[in-house]
């Protein structure tokens, strides 16, 4: 009988109430999503950026996951204040090594919430004059959308809960985990407390 994925990570299970998406079914998709851009892409040399740090864990499957030849590159941001953050309003503290003029670029995204992060992002490479850009989301929350972020590849809708696993963390806590877990209230009791109560993941992706 196969281990229960939260017997498994037992340091962190007695936060994680339940497993929303397991990781068979995350690997599926990724594996889905990979022959699409691989047909999508053919004859094509895209460039795939991502954003540090959630990101590593999708971006190294999918590339797995992808028969064609892609080059990888990513970026890093930081916000200036968690009101800034909030308005979509951060800085470049990592920027990309390698020029996108005229080149294909998929951006690679592991949550969209409210799309104002991502659509300041976007602005930003779309300046730098791509052949093409197109954003590849593996998760999206819906109801928090501020802006519509069109997505050429997308994976599953998260439902309005604080959740963890899969690149998605808590204080940097959990992105280690292979599957998508609701996390306990008690796990960002601390944070509520101190009246820095924590976004429902995603912040104002």
Same mark, same amino acid.
């Given at each position: ?27 599926? +998709? ?8 691989? +047909? %999508? ?8 950026? $991502? ?33 800034? #953050?909030?308005? $979509? ?5 990592? %920027? ?9 670029? *998929? ?44 997505? +050429? ?6 439902? %309005? #809960? ?5 690149? *998605? ?21 601390? =944070? ?8 429902? =993941?995603?912040?104002?992706?």
């Amino acid at each position: 009988m196969r281990e229960h994925p939260l017997d498994i990570y037992e340091e962190q299970a007695g936060d994680i109430s339940r497993v929303l998406i397991t990781e068979a079914e995350i690997q599926s +998709r990724v594996r889905e999503i990979g022959q699409a851009i691989s +047909r %999508d892409y053919a004859g094509r040399r895209p460039v795939l950026v $991502g954003v540090l740090k959630g990101v590593l864990f999708f971006m190294a499957d999918l590339l797995c996951a992808i028969t064609i030849a892609p080059e990888v590159d990513f970026i890093a941001v930081s916000s200036y204040s968690q009101d800034s #953050r909030d308005r $979509g309003f951060v800085r470049l503290v990592k %920027d990309l090594e390698m020029p996108i003029e005229g080149r294909h670029v *998929l951006f690679v995204e592991d949550i969209i919430d409210t799309g104002l992060t991502l659509n300041y992002l976007l602005r930003t490479l779309r300046a730098r004059g791509p052949a093409s850009l197109e954003v590849c989301v593996l998760f999206t929350k819906n109801r928090h959308r501020l802006i519509d972020i069109p997505s +050429r590849y997308q994976g599953f809708e998260l439902p %309005d #809960r604080f959740v963890v696993g899969y690149g *998605l963390d808590h204080r940097e806590s959990y992105r280690n985990l292979p599957f998508v877990g609701e996390l306990k209230p008690h796990a960002f009791q601390a =944070n509520s407390e101190s009246g820095n109560m924590p976004h429902k =993941n995603g912040g104002s992706k």
